[in-house]
């Protein structure tokens, strides 16, 4: 009986050691998202810019200073599509590392 008792403790502590493990591996693939959304003609700011990683359910809405910033999001490949009133939507593919990212997109006016 106590043999029984004693693995059922060491099979309770090495499921949580590993549950603490995964939860460490996944903060570790997590990345964030932030930058800009510029004129590249003026270098000015455009506000209300809206960005979608494709395939997810992710988005993000530019200020009046042209920032954006997305929350955790798992790091990897992704393609981001940006939309602007009078300008062609972009589509440009990035890859997102663990930690912080940070970047610049430009748009040019017109269709």
């Given at each position: 009986m106590l043999q029984h008792v004693a693995f059922f403790?060491?099979?309770i502590a090495l499921f949580a050691m590993s549950a603490?493990?995964?939860e460490q591996a996944v903060d570790e693939e997590t990345?964030?998202?932030s930058g800009i959304v510029v004129d590249?003609?003026?270098?000015?700011?455009?506000?209300?810019?809206?960005l979608v990683l494709v395939g997810t359910d992710y988005s993000a809405e530019t200020g009046t200073?042209?920032?954006f910033e997305f929350g955790e999001i798992s790091?990897?490949?992704y393609e981001l599509a940006v939309e602007a009133d009078g300008y062609p939507e972009k589509v440009r593919n990035i890859v997102l590392e663990a930690g912080h990212n940070e970047i610049e997109l430009?748009?040019?006016a017109g269709y």
């Open positions: 403790i060491m099979a603490f493990t995964v990345a964030t998202l590249v003609d003026s270098d000015e700011p455009i506000p209300n810019a809206t200073d042209g920032t790091a990897g490949e430009e748009l040019q």
